[in-house]
């Protein structure tokens, strides 16, 4: 979130254990009591070790010893990536680290420089504004609501996901009652089987919500507005394959070695297959049949 910092950051990355570290303290503490005096300039110290989430920090920062001085301001301070060579571009313009001997005195002078030097850049850039129309306060409106777009992306994608996980639930807690496709595939469309085929359609459809790559799920629109009558709407065995509770299918391979093959995988461990097969309950097709005569 460092796009969004409206203070210049001094920062002395530190660990524990850090002799040199230990050494710096009292100056740094001086230098951060004369600092006070600039109201938008802020000098404080990182914890490098813990938590996990600082040490995670510095990694991204590539702190690679201690102490290790970093300054934060506004604009781009076009410092070279520290990979030996002399051009190049900073993966973070904003942040520059102090590559000079540690003496407290030239380290607080060149706190002051680039603080002024970020000072200037705000001003130079709230000028620019006047004549453009693209003030400070715009761009980061822009950065913000940019990022918010990321995040409900996130969100609804998350969501999609978390809702997919409870389906997944569901489909896994039923219990599989016969594959209903053999049995339309050999009957004729009519209307005595009409509760049947209207039943597993809906079904089929209630599992494409969440599957919706399956072959037969890129049918099933066409099919069930014509209540699975085309031959192709009611294949030969569940055509469903694609999503499996994977830890109950390899339980009964161990289980059941002898009835599963390589080639040929047992509907009854497949999601799309047991939430169809709820339509072999007599309950079931009684309740469409009472659907379909109101």
Same mark, same amino acid.
């Given at each position: 979130n460092i796009l969004d910092w409206e203070t210049d950051l001094a920062i002395m990355f530190y660990a524990p254990w850090c002799k040199h570290c230990k050494q710096l303290k009292p100056s740094w503490e001086t230098i951060q009591y %004369?600092?006070?005096?600039?109201?938008? $300039? *802020? #000098?404080? /110290?990182? @914890?490098c070790e813990q938590p996990q989430s600082n040490a995670d920090v510095c990694a991204i920062l590539s702190v690679d010893r201690y102490p290790t001085i970093m300054f934060i301001?506004?604009? @781009?301070? @076009?410092?070279?990536?520290? @990979?030996?060579?002399?051009?190049?571009?900073? /993966?973070?313009?904003?942040?520059?680290?102090?590559?000079?001997?540690?003496?407290?005195?030239?380290?607080?002078?060149?706190?002051l420089t680039l603080h002024f030097i970020s000072k200037l850049q705000i001003w130079w850039d709230d000028l620019k504004g006047l004549f453009t129309g693209r003030s400070r306060a715009l761009k980061r409106m822009e950065r913000l609501q940019s990022r918010l777009d990321k995040a409900e992306k996130k969100a609804s994608l998350f969501g999609k996901e978390l809702e997919k996980y409870k389906a997944n639930e569901i489909f896994d807690?039923?219990?599989? $009652?016969?594959?209903?496709?053999?049995?339309?595939?050999? $009957?004729?469309?009519?209307?005595?089987?009409?509760?049947? /085929? *209207?039943? #597993?359609?809906?079904?089929?459809?209630?599992?494409?919500?969440?599957?919706?790559?399956?072959?037969?799920?890129? %049918?099933?629109?066409?099919?069930?507005?014509?209540?699975?009558v085309p031959k192709y709407c009611r294949p030969e065995k569940c055509p469903f394959e694609s999503s499996r509770n994977e830890s109950h299918y390899q339980e009964s391979l161990k289980k059941n070695t002898s009835s599963f093959s390589s080639n040929k995988e047992d509907v009854s461990m497949i999601r799309g297959c047991k939430v169809v097969s709820t339509c072999m309950q007599k309950s079931v097709i009684e309740e469409y049949k009472k659907l379909l005569t109101k």
């Open positions: %004369l600092a006070t005096s600039k109201k938008d $300039l *802020v #000098v404080t /110290r990182f @914890n301001g506004y604009g @781009n301070f @076009n410092q070279a990536p520290i @990979n030996g060579f002399i051009f190049g571009k900073s /993966r973070t313009p904003r942040i520059v680290r102090y590559t000079a001997d540690i003496y407290p005195e030239a380290v607080y002078d060149w706190i807690a039923l219990e599989f $009652l016969g594959d209903p496709f053999p049995l339309l595939h050999q $009957l004729d469309p009519d209307e005595q089987n009409l509760p049947l /085929r *209207v039943c #597993v359609a809906d079904m089929a459809a209630e599992y494409c919500r969440y599957y919706p790559m399956e072959t037969y799920c890129q %049918l099933l629109g066409k099919c069930s507005s014509q209540n699975l």
